[in-house]
C-alpha cells in the first residue's frame, strides 16, 4: 500500500471507530486514546495526529455524512422545482437523512452521533458549519418551503422548523438504536419510516397558530 | 437538626447534585463520587449508602419530577372530562410538562435529564415504570385522544404518540438549556413555548395517512 492510502485507510478507520463509540457511548465519555485503540492503531495519539482536537475530528465525520446526505438533497429539490405542495417539500427534508442511513446497511451510528452533536450549543455550532457549504441548497429550500405557507409568520416557520428537525433526528435515532440492538423497529423499512415522518411533518407545518399574548 | 431530618436533606442534597451534573455533563459521564462530592458530602460513598446503585439514583429522580407533573395532569384532565376537541387532550400531554418546568424556577435540569433517559433503551425502562404509577391517568388519556380521533390506525396513533413526547421533550430541553446558559430564548415564555407545542401537536396528530404499501 502506498504512504497516501495508507493514510487515508487509518484517517477511515479513526472515522468510523470514533463514529460508533460516540454513538454507542456518548461524545463526552469517549477519549482520543479509547477511538485510537478502538480502530486498532498502536500510537495512541493517531487521533490527534491525523485530526488534531476532538472537535476537529466531530467536524469531520459531520462532513462526509453532510456531503452524500445534501448531494441526495440535491437530486430530490431537481425533481420537485417549482411545486407548491407542502408535502413534496417536506420530502427533501426527511428522505435524504432516510435514505442516506439505509445506503450505509446495518447497523449504522450517524442518527445517535446527529441527535448528540445537535444537542451540544458548543458541537451544534460545527454542524451548522458544515450544513452552510450547503448553503444554496438550504435557502431554496427554505425558499420553496415559504411559497407552499405564504401565510406562516416566519417566527413560526423558524419554530417548526426546528421541531421537525427534531423529529427527524429522533425518530431516526430509535430506529437505528433498534436495529443495533436487535430489537423490535416500529417500522419495517426505512421508507415506511419516512412516510409516516412526512405525513406527520407536513401536518405539523400546516396547522393554524394561535395568536400568543 | 433531627437524625431523620438531616437523612432528608442529605438524599435532597445529593438528588439536585445528581440532576444538575447529569444534565449539564451526561449520565454516563457522571460517577457517584462526584456526585458526593458536589452535594458536600465528605463520604464519597453517600450515594451508595442513601440510592443504591446509579440506576436507583436515577429512578428516586424521575420519580421526585413524575409525581408532580402528574398531579397537574390529573387536575387538567378532571377539567376538560368528556371533551373531543384533540386540542383539549394535546394540551394535557404538553402543559404539565412546562408548567413544572416553570414553577422550577431557573435554571432548570430536568428536561435534559428527562431527554437522556428517553433515549437510554435501559433507563427508559425506568421512566416507564414510574409512568405506570400513574397509569389510570394515562389510560384514561389515550381512552380521550381515541375518542378524538377515531379513524386512527392504532400503529399511527402509536407512531405519533412516540413522535408528540419527543418533540415535547426536546422542545423543553432547548428552552431549559438557553436558559441555563442566558442565550436568548426561541420563545418569550414557557406558556408561549406550550401553545406553540400544542398547535404543532395538534396538527401532526391529525395529519392524513398516506397508505404504505
Same mark, same amino acid.
Given at each position: 500500500?502506498?504512504?497516501?492510502?495508507?493514510?487515508?485507510?487509518? %484517517?477511515? #478507520?479513526?472515522?468510523?471507530? *470514533?463514529?460508533?463509540?460516540?454513538? +454507542?457511548?456518548? $461524545?463526552?465519555?469517549?477519549?482520543?486514546?479509547?477511538?485510537?485503540?478502538?480502530?486498532?492503531?498502536?500510537?495512541?495519539?493517531?487521533?490527534?495526529?491525523?485530526?488534531?482536537?476532538?472537535?476537529?475530528?466531530?467536524?469531520?465525520?459531520?462532513?462526509?455524512?453532510?456531503?452524500?446526505?445534501?448531494?441526495?438533497?440535491?437530486?430530490?429539490?431537481?425533481?420537485?422545482?417549482?411545486?407548491?405542495?407542502?408535502?413534496?417539500?417536506?420530502?427533501?427534508?426527511?428522505?435524504?437523512?432516510?435514505?442516506?442511513?439505509?445506503?450505509?446497511?446495518?447497523?449504522?451510528?450517524?442518527? %445517535?452521533? #446527529?441527535?448528540?452533536?445537535? *444537542?451540544?450549543?458548543?458541537?451544534? +455550532?460545527?454542524? $451548522?458549519?458544515?450544513?452552510?457549504?450547503?448553503?444554496?441548497?438550504?435557502?431554496?429550500?427554505?425558499?420553496?418551503?415559504?411559497?407552499?405557507?405564504?401565510?406562516?409568520?416566519?417566527?413560526?416557520?423558524?419554530?417548526?422548523?426546528?421541531?421537525?428537525?427534531?423529529?427527524?433526528?429522533?425518530?431516526?435515532?430509535?430506529?437505528?438504536?433498534?436495529?443495533?440492538?436487535?430489537?423490535?423497529?416500529?417500522?419495517?423499512?426505512?421508507?415506511?419510516?419516512?412516510?409516516?415522518?412526512?405525513?406527520?411533518?407536513?401536518?405539523?407545518?400546516?396547522?393554524?397558530?394561535?395568536?400568543?399574548?
Amino acid at each position: 500500500m502506498r504512504r497516501d492510502e495508507q493514510v487515508g485507510a487509518t %484517517r477511515e #478507520a479513526l472515522l468510523t471507530a *470514533a463514529e460508533r463509540l460516540f454513538a +454507542e457511548r456518548g $461524545v463526552y465519555a469517549v477519549g482520543n486514546r479509547q477511538i485510537s485503540e478502538a480502530a486498532g492503531q498502536g500510537n495512541n495519539t493517531a487521533v490527534g495526529y491525523h485530526f488534531g482536537t476532538k472537535a476537529d475530528l466531530i467536524r469531520a465525520i459531520a462532513r462526509k455524512h453532510a456531503e452524500q446526505i445534501e448531494r441526495i438533497r440535491e437530486r430530490m429539490m431537481n425533481d420537485i422545482a417549482g411545486s407548491t405542495d407542502p408535502r413534496d417539500w417536506v420530502s427533501c427534508l426527511v428522505r435524504p437523512f432516510t435514505e442516506h442511513l439505509e445506503s450505509l446497511g446495518s447497523p449504522t451510528w450517524y442518527a %445517535r452521533f #446527529a441527535a448528540q452533536v445537535m *444537542a451540544d450549543p458548543t458541537l451544534n +455550532e460545527i454542524m $451548522v458549519d458544515e450544513a452552510l457549504t450547503a448553503a444554496p441548497i438550504l435557502r431554496s429550500f427554505r425558499d420553496g418551503l415559504t411559497r407552499c405557507l405564504p401565510g406562516l409568520p416566519a417566527e413560526i416557520r423558524h419554530e417548526r422548523a426546528g421541531m421537525a428537525r427534531h423529529l427527524v433526528v429522533q425518530t431516526c435515532v430509535e430506529r437505528e438504536r433498534a436495529l443495533a440492538e436487535g430489537t423490535p423497529t416500529l417500522q419495517p423499512t426505512w421508507d415506511d419510516l419516512a412516510t409516516g415522518l412526512i405525513d406527520a411533518i407536513a401536518g405539523l407545518w400546516q396547522a393554524p397558530v394561535t395568536q400568543r399574548p
